[in-house]
């Protein structure tokens, strides 16, 4: 195992999701899937492990929807990748490339993507679903994982009027792949995004158009799990932890997603082995606040504040971030009446009902959480998440 604080892990690295997975798996025998995870949680690592690893039955390709500007870009991208799994991309293509059937041998696969790009651009809808029937006529099932599609809906809904309309007709030709009679056997999605999908969908009035997709949630480590993780990531760096060094570092991530807990073992590891310091609980406490909460992964966690203005209007950015700077400054439970109160008193309205929708959207799109329903009373959703909030942006 490697301490690996940037880019999704795989193979060894990759660190204790095996009930997840399994669920995952058996829950696409039956259903499409909504992969709901907050950024940075682990979520790609997951669906590439799912790549790496494919279960008995299921052939899986990855698409990126940050790579996408419309949704022929995607089909585009999805042809060729359906056909390498099929094990002939130019065979698989030469049905669908109609004006190149000719000379497609000649063709590398970029030249391929871009001639379907161009194709698609007439009938995305008629020309992919030839394709999907054709991959799922076949063999082992097509799993189609979509990974951050609410940002690519989200960017041609920005786009305006027929950016909207793209937006609505790929949700629901998505849909409609996933229920038609001769296609459904053979094909599952897997949709993911690290911003909320039900926010997204509800922006562009399709709502209707993902609720049949079973929603599994990634959450944190177990207590248990954290613990034998965070010995393991100092111990690749030849450090070993005793029970109480492993209790003080879980006390300071506090949420276990494998992210924090990579951050700040880089961070003890480097005051350990480069500069020789003695590993004591005092050290993991400081390698938090001084390290791990400073300028050096500030840029890690900044979409979490930039992403309010991308995807929210400008009021509810507004007040969201009022009211997260409140909770970051408080450090525990703030009453939902309190922070009522102050939606009121930035925006100027006593509205209950968009109150109670902007802190539904905050819960959706992982910034916070109701503790304790019969009190009323709302936190960050993580530690980490606050105390970063609280020395960058609670001035703002």
């Given at each position: 195992?490697?301490?690996?604080?940037?880019?999704?892990?795989?193979?060894?690295?990759?660190?204790?999701?095996?009930?997840?997975?399994?669920?995952?798996?058996?829950?696409?025998?039956?259903?499409?899937?909504?992969?709901?995870?907050?950024?940075?949680?682990?979520?790609?690592?997951?669906?590439?492990?799912?790549?790496?690893?494919?279960?008995?039955?299921?052939?899986?390709?990855?698409?990126?929807?940050?790579?996408?500007?419309?949704?022929?870009?995607l089909v585009a991208d999805?042809?060729?990748?359906?056909?390498?799994?099929?094990?002939?991309?130019?065979?698989?293509?030469?049905?669908?490339?109609?004006?190149?059937?000719?000379?497609?041998?000649?063709?590398?696969?970029?030249?391929?993507?871009?001639?379907?790009?161009?194709?698609?651009?007439?009938g995305w809808r008629e020309?992919?679903?030839?394709?999907?029937?054709?991959?799922?006529?076949?063999?082992?099932?097509?799993?189609?994982?979509?990974?951050?599609?609410?940002?690519?809906?989200?960017?041609?809904?920005?786009?305006?009027?027929?950016?909207?309309?793209?937006?609505?007709?790929?949700?629901?030709?998505?849909?409609?792949?996933?229920?038609?009679?001769?296609?459904?056997?053979?094909?599952?999605?897997?949709?993911?995004?690290?911003?909320?999908?039900?926010?997204?969908?509800?922006?562009?009035?399709?709502?209707?158009?993902?609720?049949?997709?079973?929603?599994?949630?990634?959450?944190?480590?177990?207590?248990?799990?954290?613990?034998?993780?965070?010995?393991?990531?100092?111990?690749?760096?030849?450090?070993?932890?005793?029970?109480?060094?492993?209790?003080?570092?879980?006390?300071?991530?506090?949420?276990f997603i494998p992210i924090?807990?990579?951050?700040?073992?880089?961070?003890?590891?480097?005051?350990?082995?480069?500069?020789?310091?003695?590993?004591?609980?005092?050290?993991?406490?400081?390698?938090?606040?001084?390290?791990?909460?400073?300028?050096?992964?500030?840029?890690?966690?900044?979409?979490?504040?930039?992403?309010?203005?991308?995807?929210?209007?400008?009021?509810?950015?507004?007040?969201?971030?009022?009211?997260?700077?409140?909770?970051?400054?408080?450090?525990?439970?703030?009453?939902?009446?309190?922070?009522?109160?102050?939606?009121?008193?930035?925006?100027?309205?006593?509205?209950?009902?968009?109150?109670?929708?902007?802190?539904?959207?905050?819960?959706?799109?992982?910034?916070?959480?109701?503790?304790?329903?019969?009190?009323?009373?709302?936190?960050?959703?993580?530690?980490?998440?606050?105390?970063?909030?609280?020395?960058?942006?609670?001035?703002?």
């Amino acid at each position: 195992m490697h301490i690996v604080t940037g880019n999704p892990v795989t193979g060894e690295d990759f660190f204790d999701r095996e009930q997840l997975i399994a669920n995952l798996w058996q829950t696409l025998e039956g259903d499409s899937v909504l992969l709901a995870a907050p950024r940075r949680v682990g979520k790609s690592s997951i669906m590439l492990r799912l790549m790496e690893r494919p279960a008995n039955g299921f052939r899986p390709v990855y698409l990126d929807g940050q790579n996408y500007e419309s949704p022929e870009d995607l089909v585009a991208d999805l042809v060729v990748r359906v056909g390498k799994v099929s094990g002939d991309v130019r065979k698989f293509t030469q049905g669908i490339l109609t004006g190149a059937r000719r000379n497609i041998e000649e063709l590398e696969i970029w030249q391929i993507k871009l001639t379907l790009r161009e194709q698609l651009a007439q009938g995305w809808r008629e020309q992919g679903e030839s394709a999907v029937r054709a991959a799922v006529a076949s063999g082992p099932k097509l799993l189609v994982i979509l990974d951050e599609l609410p940002l690519l809906l989200h960017r041609m809904a920005d786009s305006g009027e027929e950016g909207q309309e793209k937006a609505l007709s790929l949700l629901d030709w998505l849909r409609h792949l996933r229920h038609e009679p001769e296609i459904r056997p053979g094909l599952r999605q897997l949709v993911a995004g690290s911003v909320g999908m039900a926010r997204v969908a509800a922006h562009i009035g399709a709502t209707h158009k993902i609720n049949d997709l079973a929603q599994i949630p990634v959450g944190p480590f177990t207590r248990e799990a954290a613990a034998t993780f965070v010995r393991q990531l100092l111990a690749s760096r030849g450090i070993e932890a005793n029970v109480l060094i492993t209790e003080t570092f879980l006390e300071q991530v506090e949420t276990f997603i494998p992210i924090f807990m990579q951050i700040l073992a880089s961070a003890v590891a480097s005051e350990v082995r480069d500069r020789g310091a003695e590993l004591t609980p005092e050290l993991v406490r400081m390698c938090y606040e001084e390290r791990a909460l400073g300028p050096q992964y500030r840029n890690r966690f900044e979409d979490y504040y930039e992403r309010l203005d991308r995807y929210y209007t400008p009021d509810e950015a507004r007040a969201a971030k009022r009211l997260l700077r409140e909770l970051a400054i408080a450090g525990g439970p703030v009453a939902r009446a309190r922070l009522q109160a102050l939606y009121h008193e930035e925006l100027g309205t006593a509205n209950g009902g968009a109150f109670d929708l902007l802190l539904s959207w905050l819960h959706d799109d992982f910034y916070v959480e109701e503790v304790l329903p019969e009190r009323r009373e709302v936190v960050f959703k993580s530690k980490w998440l606050r105390d970063w909030w609280r020395i960058y942006h609670a001035s703002v």
